[in-house]
Every structure is written in C-alpha cells, then in structure tokens.
C-alpha cells in the first residue's frame, strides 16, 4: 500500500458508529476479470465530477512480471515507494546534479554559518520564500538540527523516483519533515502518514508549501515534478555584447 489522503472526521462513518478519521491508502489487487469489467462499467458511467476509484491493470500471468506491473501501478497512485535508491553509490546522477544548479540558481539556499542565520534560513524555507538545494552530505547535519523548527511547516520536497533513479520520473511531494540521518532525510506524506525514508543524492530541492492545505478537501499529496530548463552556456571565446551609451558634456564657459 501507498499513501493516498486522509479521512478527516465525519469523513467516514465506520460499521459501529462512529468516526474513524485516520491515513487512507492506495493498494494493488488481485481480482477477477469479470468483477473488473462491471467495476469499471460502473465507475465510467459515474458523473465526470466524481473522481475516478481505481485503475485497472493487466491480466495476472503468475510470473515476474506481475510484481513489476504491480509496482508500476502503485507509482501511478504515489511515486515513492520504500527502498528507492537505498541500494545506490551515495552520489547524485547527472540528471540530479544538473537539477539543483538550476534550482540554486533561482531561490537556492545554503545551510551554512551560525545557529541564528541557520534558523533565518529555516523561516525563509517555511514561508516558501527559498528553497534548500542540497550540496554537500555534510549540510544533513546542520538540517538536523532544524527538524524542531521546520516539523511544523508543510514542505514540499522534489526527488527523482524510482528503483534505480534512471527511469526519470519526478515528483514534488508535500508533507512534513520527520527526522535527518546520514544517508538521508524521513518524509512524512501529508503530514500524517508514516515517514518514508529520502536519500541525500535523490533529493533536488526542499521548499515550504504554506498553502498546500488551504483549499477545500484533502489536497493531492504529490504532483509531477517539471524538471527546469538550464540555459546553456556561451560558447567559448564569446565576448558579451554590452550597451555603451554616450552622452555630450558642454564645456565651461571662460569665467571672463
């Protein structure tokens, strides 16, 4: 099972009663091909404002091949799945790497200097007025030392996804920060749903999102990440061209 919302009170009633608000999830099933096709006859003939409750995948073959169009579906419903890139060199992809000095060069922030820049740096993060664009797996460490501060705010982070990090699927998720380690930063989707595990080296950017849970209904807990253009550099030998502007100066009058 993935992450998928969160059932606020009075969202729904369970068998005895009461309220049961609590993490609601996506899963993968198993089912037969005659329940899937009146499932999805009915779910197509619901009005086009209700959104849709499954997806429906391929046939079971009893093979390998299923776990992988299992895992492929879970992505479809959340990106992020236990394990990415935990089995990977500590080192950012190129692709990565090519992300963050984009990012930097826009609103990049850098974790450095005193305790008391570290936390201006922190209330620029939680307004969504910067964003920290990691450099250095020493930077973790001085995060660390900002999870008091920043539990309380919705960020969003921007990681590339998937087993091995060269599939290139994107993803901003929100939620909130749970804790910092060596190898990486726990997630918490939402806010409200077990913290998922980050590596350093998959990470592009961490920003505040302060209005991500302003609207009505349980907002999405990711949307794709669009990865940002970087402007490529002159050629070689290429003088930049510069605007000189002239202006005439009267000479002084002879004071006789």
Not at 59 to 76: F, I, K, M, Q, Y
Not at 136 to 156: A, D, H, I
Request: aromatic share 8%; proline share 11%; net charge negative.
């Amino acid at each position: 099972m993935v992450p998928h919302g969160y059932r606020e009170v009075g969202d729904y009633v369970s068998w005895s009663g009461g309220d049961t608000p609590g993490p609601s999830f996506s899963a993968v099933v198993a089912a037969p091909a005659h329940l899937v096709a009146k499932l999805e006859k009915e779910q197509a003939a619901q009005p086009s404002h209700h959104p849709p409750r499954f997806t429906a995948g391929g046939p079971v073959t009893g093979g390998a091949g299923d776990l992988e169009a299992a895992g492929e579906l879970l992505r479809r419903a959340f990106p992020l799945l236990p394990g990415d890139g935990d089995d990977e060199m500590p080192v950012p992809a190129a692709a990565v790497a090519e992300q963050r000095r984009a990012r930097h060069g826009a609103r990049g922030l850098r974790l450095v200097g005193e305790e008391e820049r570290l936390y201006r740096v922190a209330d620029s993060l939680s307004s969504g007025h910067g964003c920290w664009v990691p450099d250095e797996p020493g930077e973790l460490k001085l995060l660390e030392k900002l999870v008091s501060w920043l539990s309380w705010s919705t960020l969003r982070i921007d990681v590339l996804c998937g087993p091995t990090g060269r599939a290139g699927q994107w993803a901003s998720v929100f939620g909130t920060l749970d804790s910092v380690t060596e190898p990486g930063i726990g997630f918490s989707p939402g806010g409200r749903h077990r913290a998922l595990h980050i590596p350093w080296h998959r990470i592009v950017a961490l920003s505040g999102a302060p209005n991500w849970d302003r609207g009505h209904g349980t907002p999405a807990f990711w949307q794709p990440y669009e990865p940002i253009t970087v402007p490529s550099p002159p050629p070689a030998g290429t003088a930049k061209a510069r605007i000189v502007s002239l202006s005439t100066v009267p000479e002084p009058k002879d004071a006789g």
